[in-house]
């Protein structure tokens, strides 16, 4: 039986393809996986999940499970064809031992291994083994159980047989070199969302993770693929109407899968997947995409009536408000532009999803006439708004407010003009902006009070936006524009950096401003250039008030007590174990403070401005989709849901000033 399965599947050693050898990987383990930290050590699990994912992909696997062993180690198993076992004619070893010991010797080089793959994954599992202070890897195939063990790298004994079996399948269980990675320690919630979206993207298979230390469990299976993508997506928004768009069609000899859904949002959501990578930059698949739907959109407004016959079209952005879509195409040879797969480059791909989106979009609203009706308004209101904007933006030109002409009244410039040595302070409040102002160092620090809570742009276009002040001075004062006419290389500052009271009132105001970089201004964040300024909370007042030492949070004031309580002790000190604590420390007084006006203008540079002491938060974006799924929840329109995050979250809340 198990022989009659190989002939047909056709997978076998002639299917291996020798590239290269082994040798630089633990030399150089950056050039493989990117580096040596927590994203590099994660990067071994998916390059592991990925060979599972590809057989799933040829349609040889249905479930692919990771356990994450209590003395740190990993495995993965899925229940594909197995590496195949017999000799491989180049290396003459087995072709496991091939595999894991020859760097690209893998089945996705031609040769007929697979058609499709995520691309040249071949470096994966001998990566892996290289990284790894031992790697146990066990194959069923042909009726048998084949075993092999490593250490660094290297075999410790051939590939034997040590049993029976009527199943196929891989497990890999590695461990990573301690000598190579800053930390072994691997995370539960990022190991999740990695076999999230692999159930998402490949519909069909189970995807699973345990972690043996902690009991933790969980699954996941999605009949609906990308369509339950889309609707994980949409959690939290308003959605125009509960049917989602779904089409799978093969096209030569690529299959076009798009799933898209309409919501009240004013931002587009967009991915684009080959072979189930993500490529942020899109690509062929995106531009074939964007334009048939534009193209069918229109043709539908026109046709029924909708757009009359001396309107202009509506544009691309116009019929994208408020989308949420995925685009999948699956192919033989993808070729992307640059090693990190950012962008597809197939130009045949482009036609493919064209054909597919014009045909197929074009039935969905021919059938489903009261949701087209629905997001051709949209899109309208959208056009509308646009062009309101348009010419808010064009009023607000002529007076050159966002041309630089002349900045907002109330900001206080630095002296420098280098981006490279000059900060800007966006400051709650006039009162705490005249602290700022006066105590600033003026060659290097700009400061730009905000009145009032800034206007929340998860519920706001563009025209709304341009006619308040706040938003309007932000955007001056930056000197990059925004939206089509955004320039990142004319950004002012090399630090944006947001000053708020650490009480709920600055949490929201910060917030409000942290979903406007988000929505708005995203390269500001990408390019490591937003911060949070952390003001202390307690100041320690000490005898004849001089030298106060400044606590930025709930567990430092303690820990800072009882470390001077404990030297006290050490010198000999009297310490009355009755009086206060701050007291037995050798303070006067403990002062809390409620807000950055609270402080003069030189307490406020030498706790929050000052370079040399001060406290600053970079805000990154790690995972785009979590970021924006939360932004939606706090700044959105549905109150349950942001009801049920801050009940959920309460708990992890410290030093908070209500």
Same mark, same amino acid.
Not at 155 to 175: A, V
Not at 198 to 217: D, F, H, P, V
Not at 341 to 360: A, D, F, I, Q, S
């Given at each position: =039986? ?15 393809? @020798? ?11 950056? =050039? ?26 040829? /349609? ?19 229940? !594909? ?17 091939? @595999? ?12 007929? !291994? ?38 660094? !790298? ?33 995370? #539960? ?28 469990? #969980? ?72 334009? %048939?739907?534009?193209?069918? &959109? ?6 029924? !009536? ?42 045949? @791909? ?40 348009? %010419?808010?933006?064009?009023? &607000? ?9 002349? $900045? ?24 705490? /902006? ?30 709304? =936006? ?32 947001? =000053? ?9 105001? %910060?917030?409000?401003? $942290? ?8 390269? @500001? ?73 609270? $402080? ?31 932004? %939606?929840?706090? $700044? /959105? ?22």
């Amino acid at each position: =039986m198990a022989e009659a399965k190989k002939k047909k599947t056709g997978y076998s050693a002639e299917q291996i393809t @020798v590239l290269e050898g082994l040798e630089p990987v633990r030399k150089r383990p950056g =050039m493989y996986i990117g580096g040596t930290g927590l994203e590099g050590l994660h990067h071994l699990v998916w390059e592991v999940v990925d060979n599972g994912i590809d057989e799933a992909l040829a /349609g040889h696997a249905t479930e692919i499970s990771v356990v994450m062993l209590e003395d740190g180690g990993v495995r993965v198993t899925d229940d !594909g064809r197995g590496i195949p076992t017999d000799v491989h004619p180049k290396t003459k070893k087995s072709t496991v031992e091939t @595999v894991l010991t020859v760097l690209h010797a893998g089945g996705k080089f031609g040769s007929g !291994g697979y058609k499709v793959s995520g691309g040249l994954h071949g470096v994966g599992v001998s990566v892996v083994n290289a990284l790894s202070s031992k790697l146990h890897v066990k194959v069923w195939n042909d009726g048998q159980v084949w075993e092999q063990d490593y250490e660094g !790298g290297v075999p410790q004994g051939d590939l034997k047989s040590t049993g029976k079996t009527d199943k196929t399948g891989t497990e890999i269980t590695f461990w990573p070199d301690a000598n190579i990675f800053e930390s072994t320690k691997f995370n #539960y919630d990022t190991i999740l969302d990695r076999l999230r979206h692999a159930a998402y993207l490949t519909k069909g298979i189970r995807t699973s993770l345990k972690n043996e230390a902690t009991g933790q469990r #969980y699954g996941f299976y999605f009949e609906g693929g990308i369509q339950s993508y889309v609707k994980h997506l949409n959690i939290g928004k308003e959605v125009v109407d509960d049917d989602i768009f779904y089409v799978d069609k093969t096209v030569g000899d690529t299959q076009v899968e798009i799933s898209l859904q309409y919501t009240d949002a004013y931002s587009e959501t967009i991915k684009s997947f080959a072979n189930n990578v993500l490529n942020p930059d899109g690509g062929t698949h995106l531009t074939g995409f964007r334009a %048939a739907l534009t193209r069918v &959109i229109n043709d539908y407004a026109r046709k029924n !009536g909708l757009l009359k016959e001396k309107e202009e079209n509506l544009t691309g952005e116009d019929t994208r408000e408020g989308l949420t879509s995925i685009i999948l195409v699956k192919l033989p040879d993808p070729q992307f532009e640059g090693q990190t797969k950012n962008k597809l480059g197939n130009p045949e @791909v482009r036609g493919y999803v064209e054909t597919v989106m014009n045909e197929h979009f074009n039935y969905y609203l021919e059938e489903h006439p009261a949701v087209a009706r629905k997001i051709v308004g949209k899109a309208l209101l959208a056009a509308r708004a646009r062009k309101a904007a348009r %010419a808010a933006r064009d009023n &607000i030109l002529r007076k050159g407010v966002l041309e630089g002409a002349s $900045m907002p009244g109330k900001l206080a410039d630095c002296s420098n003009k280098d981006p490279k040595d000059s900060e800007l302070y966006l400051v709650e409040g006039d009162s705490a /902006g005249g602290s700022a102002k006066t105590g600033r160092d003026p060659k290097s620090q700009a400061i730009l009070p905000l009145r009032g809570k800034v206007l929340n742009v998860e519920r706001a276009r563009l025209d709304k =936006m341009l006619a308040n002040n706040e938003i309007v001075a932000l955007i001056k004062a930056l000197g990059v524009n925004i939206e089509d006419s955004f320039d990142i290389n004319g950004l002012r500052y090399d630090r944006v950096i947001i =000053m708020t009271d650490a009480d709920v009132d600055g949490s929201h105001i %910060a917030t409000l401003l $942290m979903t406007f970089f988000f929505r708005f201004m995203k390269p @500001v964040i990408d390019g490591g250039h937003l911060y949070l300024a952390k003001p202390p909370l307690f100041e320690l007042v000490r005898p004849g008030r001089k030298n106060p030492v400044f606590i930025y949070n709930e567990d430092d004031l303690e820990k800072t007590l009882d470390a001077t309580i404990e030297k006290r002790k050490k010198d000999g000190s009297k310490v009355d174990s009755a009086s206060e604590r701050h007291k037995q420390a050798g303070f006067i007084e403990v002062k809390r403070y409620k807000g950055l006006g609270e $402080m003069d203008a030189e307490q406020l540079f030498d706790t929050t401005m000052d370079p040399e002491k001060r406290v600053l938060v970079q805000i990154q974006v790690e995972d785009a989709e979590k970021a924006d799924a939360i932004f %939606a929840k706090l $700044m /959105g329109t549905e109150v349950e849901l942001r009801k049920a995050f801050i009940q959920a979250n309460a708990k992890f809340v410290k030093d908070l000033d209500i």
